[in-house]
Structure formats: structure tokens, C-alpha cells
DNA sequence: CAGACGTGGCC
DNA sequence: TGGCCAAGTCT
């Protein structure tokens, strides 16, 4: 491989093909920052929504660290991975406390900020501030994979380290950041899971593409197996207004509110597995009136089944108590847009509302 | 270091 | 449909 060739060949290639996404036009710190934690794991397009709300919403770093947990989580709500909504909070007052405001210029300091780790540094530094540091992400390991034509599996410690040394050696020091997003694009528009090599622009430089052996790279581990789980959800009914509760720290979905449910256990009846929940989680007996619908979703390596129940209280009314729960109460059904729910649970929420179950809520 | 952490889209 | 996958980080 000429290294000059090469970048410059991707460099044309993304100067004509790269989309205008919307933190290109003026790559600042704070945008390049909040455009690059809403990327990790997350397809780009499924970003650019989220970004603009989210920059309408908190326009600059000091709006950021001075809003509540509740309204960060709500504006990602959807996006999955919430600890990267709460550690851009807690980075927000970071940089605000400690650094006078000033989002950092240094590679170490950027990755001392809580969710910001080696590919996101990278990320920041070289686009935000041109520094020619390497960003190397999945779309940078697939490419480079097959560029190399590499058998070991690139996910390794000394796979990664041989693909970061490679991608240092071709940063160009006056486009380091465009040079890491252009390797990136590539993954994402051509160098993709079905490989589109004969759209791609350094094909010459391919190893695998001459080896023909671009369909084996990159060489992956094992995935793991999907779990399916079945599970309930009651939503309890009173004076009108609906029970949510708001889930613990340490826990899945920290910070985000739902209905009282839980797993169906062994011999038990998904009715009988609400009632018991609601006199765990709340200790409140109820009865499960009728099954509102099924919603199915998963959540990292589960399947889930949520049986739904429209539930009233079977005993004379009496404040929850939240075990399983940091809070918690009823609220009236128009306001459950304000709360930030899992995705499951928000189905839940879409689908009642049109099915017109909270016309006649009584 | 393996496992946890979300979600929607694709084939 | 069910499994795979996406601009990773943290513990």
C-alpha cells in the first residue's frame, strides 16, 4: 500500500461523497462532542434527529450542565444506552467547574471525561482541533481488516493495535479529522457488512479485494446467543390517573420511569405474575382486568415478551411504596409524554393512546 | 477481560 | 422470522 495514494484516493473520495451531517459545517468541541456519544453504537442516520433536538434544546455546554437528569434522559429517550445521557451531564458540570467552562483542547484530558473513552478522544481531538490522533472504531477495523487482508480477529487487543498503528501512519497532519471521519464513511457507505467494492475508491490498495477474501474479513468472535424471556406489565388504573414509578441506579434503564411489572415465574399465570409484582414493587393488590396488548422488544442479548394489563385496585386505595423503585406515583395519562420510558414500555404508552384507552379512564 | 448496557433496521 | 449489526465505554 502507498500510504500518499491511499489518503489522498479516500480524502477525493469524501470530498465529492460524504454526507452533510449537520456538525460538519462547523465542527466545534461541543457539537463534535455531543454528534460523537450519540454515534457510539448507534447508526448515523438514526443520530441526526436527536442531535438537532438535543441542540435546540441545550445550544452550548453551560444550558447542558445546568439541566436536570429528567430532561436530558427525556430528550434521548429512544436512543438506547442511557449512561451516555447521564455521563454528558456529569462531563457538562466537569467542564464547567474544573475547566472555567472551556471544553479541552488535550487528548488526555478529553478522555478523563466520564463517557468519553479512546475512540471518542480521538474523535473530538482530531475533528474539533485537528490533532492527528487516530479514531479507531468499528467502521476503522472492518476497513482496515480487509485493506490488510488481516486472519487474526481485528477485535483483539494485537488486531487493534496493528490497525491503530496503520491508521497513524496515514493521517495527513492538515486533515487529521477529516482523514478519521472519511475512513469511517467509508465503512459506513462501502465498506459496509455487504461490500460495495466496486464503488470503492482505494480499491487498488485492498488486499483482501485481490485476494478475494473481502467476504472472511473481518475475522470476528462468537456472538452470543439471544435469551428470550417473557414478561408482564400492569398498568394500574385509580381516580383516573396511572401508576409509574421511576427505576433505581445500578440497575437497567437507571433513571427512566415505567409501569410496575417483572418476569413470569416458573407455574405462574402472567396475571398472577402482575399481581405479585404489584405487592413486591409497591405492595398494592390488584387485579388484572384485561389484557391490553402484546409488545415485544429487546434489549441487549434478551428478547422480550411483555404481556400488558389494564389493572385496578382490588382493596381500598392506599399510597404505593416503592421497594423497587427511587420514586413514584399516579399521574394523569397526558402527562406520561413527559417521562422518559424504555422503549418497550413507550410502546406501550403508543399503543393505548391509539386505542383510545385514556378517552375512558375513569 | 468478559459481560453489561438499548434500540431499530436489515435481510 | 431471528440473528446480526451500528462513529464504544465502563467495570
Known sequence: MDEITFTHDLLDWYDANGRDLPWRQNPEPYAVWVSEIMAQQTQMDRVVGYYSRWMERFPDISTLARAREEDVLKMWEGLGYYSRARNMLKAAETVIQEYGGVFPAEFKTIQSLPGVGEYTAGAISSIAYGLPEPAVDANVLRVFS??????????????????????????????????????????????????????????????????????????????????????????????????????????????????????????????????????????????PEKKITTVTYTYTKYRVTMHCYLCRLDQAYREPVFNEAVEGGFVLPEVLEEYAFPAGHRRLVEYMKSAEYFDTLS
Not at 488486531?159 to 486533515?175: A, F, H
Open 146 to 287: 480487509r485493506v490488510l487482508d488481516m486472519e487474526e480477529p481485528v477485535r483483539g487487543k494485537s488486531g487493534k493495535g496493528r490497525v491503530e498503528k496503520v491508521v497513524c501512519s496515514l493521517i495527513p497532519p492538515d486533515r487529521a479529522g477529516d482523514f478519521n471521519q472519511a475512513i469511517m464513511e467509508l465503512g459506513a457507505l462501502i465498506c459496509s457488512k455487504r461490500p460495495k467494492c466496486d464503488r470503492c475508491p482505494v480499491q487498488g490498495h485492498c488486499k483482501a479485494y485481490m485476494a478475494n477474501t473481502v467476504h472472511q474479513r473481518p475475522v470476528l468472535p462468537a456472538p452470543q446467543k439471544t435469551i428470550r424471556i417473557n414478561m408482564v406489565t400492569g398498568v394500574l388504573v385509580h381516580d383516573g390517573k396511572i401508576l409509574i414509578q421511576k427505576r433505581k441506579p445500578d440497575d437497567v434503564w437507571p433513571g427512566l420511569w415505567e409501569f410496575p411489572g417483572g418476569s413470569i415465574e416458573a407455574g405462574e399465570t402472567p396475571q398472577q405474575a402482575v399481581a405479585r409484582e404489584y405487592m413486591e414493587e409497591v405492595e398494592l393488590s390488584i387485579m
